[in-house]
């Protein structure tokens, strides 16, 4: 995809134009996410480890709620998240004078949403293709009291759980599912991550900063606690 661009998500808060952009870019082979104001933008990004964050916003300039300025203000301000590129679009002409840091550009929006996605692709042709640093598994980091839980485990449970682990510490630089059948991203006021492995459920804490998990929680069930 050009600029690297494969995942969008889309800040939109009409739901004719956010299933029609949905639909055409999907079609165009983006992989989308879609919001209807900027305030939900904001916890959506907030809560979801930096693998998981968009590669473009296509960011509606208005909004209710937080619009388009005041949620790009948002995304410049906070540490976590001033990484982000966002690509404006307002049924208003005009554009600002003088580039902004992190806007790859901006669309008038068309009759269209097939039009919209169709500029969207190519202008971002026309931009430079951006370098991907190199990604390196994340740090895994298991304090007293979780290595204390998971030593109690029988040794073929304890051995599967560490795998999982690691694996969950491999994935968070990659593009983490929202959901599987034994690793999902918790709604929180930090990014965590639950890891379920023969009913033993690990959440760990996501610090992107550092590059690193930390087990913070331990539940065992019953029947391996007192086995």
Same mark, same amino acid.
């Not at 960011?59 to 005041?70: A, K, Q, T, Y």
């Given at each position: 995809? =050009?600029?690297?661009?494969?995942?969008?998500?889309?800040? *939109?808060?009409?739901?004719?134009?956010?299933?029609?952009? +949905? @639909?055409?870019?999907?079609? =165009?082979g983006f992989r989308v996410s879609s919001v209807s104001? +900027? =305030?939900?933008?904001?916890?959506?990004?907030?809560?979801?480890?930096?693998?998981?964050?968009?590669? %473009?916003?296509?960011?509606?300039l208005m909004l209710p709620r937080l619009d388009g300025?005041?949620?790009?203000?948002?995304?410049?301000?906070?540490? @976590?998240? @001033?990484?982000?590129?966002?690509?404006?679009?307002?049924?208003?002409?005009?554009?600002?004078? #003088?580039?902004?840091?992190?806007? =790859?550009?901006?669309?008038?929006?068309?009759?269209?949403? *097939?039009?919209?996605?169709?500029?969207?692709?190519?202008?971002?042709?026309?931009?430079?293709?951006?370098?991907?640093? /190199?990604?390196?598994?994340?740090?895994?980091?298991?304090?007293?009291?979780?290595?204390?839980? %998971?030593?109690?485990?029988?040794?073929?449970?304890?051995? &599967? #759980?560490?795998?999982?682990?690691?694996?969950?510490?491999?994935?968070? &630089?990659?593009?983490?599912?929202?959901?599987?059948?034994?690793?999902?991203? %918790?709604?929180?006021?930090? /990014?965590? %991550?639950? #890891?379920?492995?023969? +009913? #033993?459920?690990?959440v760990l804490e996501v610090d992107d900063a550092a590059?690193?998990?930390?087990?913070?929680?331990?539940?065992?069930?019953?029947?391996?606690?007192?086995?």
């Amino acid at each position: 995809m =050009a600029l690297g661009v494969r995942h969008l998500l889309l800040v *939109e808060d009409d739901r004719t134009w956010r299933e029609g952009v +949905g @639909r055409a870019a999907s079609e =165009a082979g983006f992989r989308v996410s879609s919001v209807s104001d +900027g =305030a939900e933008a904001l916890h959506w990004l907030r809560h979801r480890p930096r693998a998981q964050h968009p590669d %473009l916003i296509l960011l509606d300039l208005m909004l209710p709620r937080l619009d388009g300025w005041e949620l790009y203000g948002q995304l410049r301000t906070d540490a @976590r998240l @001033r990484h982000l590129t966002v690509m404006m679009m307002s049924t208003r002409s005009g554009t600002p004078d #003088v580039p902004l840091q992190g806007v =790859a550009g901006f669309l008038h929006k068309p009759p269209r949403p *097939e039009a919209l996605v169709e500029e969207l692709a190519e202008r971002l042709r026309q931009l430079p293709r951006r370098q991907e640093p /190199p990604r390196m598994p994340y740090s895994l980091r298991l304090p007293d009291e979780s290595l204390y839980a %998971l030593h109690a485990l029988p040794a073929p449970v304890r051995h &599967a #759980v560490r795998v999982h682990l690691l694996r969950a510490a491999e994935l968070s &630089a990659t593009e983490l599912p929202l959901a599987s059948s034994w690793l999902m991203a %918790l709604h929180s006021e930090q /990014p965590l %991550l639950l #890891v379920t492995v023969e +009913g #033993v459920r690990v959440v760990l804490e996501v610090d992107d900063a550092a590059c690193a998990l930390t087990a913070s929680m331990v539940i065992v069930p019953g029947h391996l606690r007192y086995s």
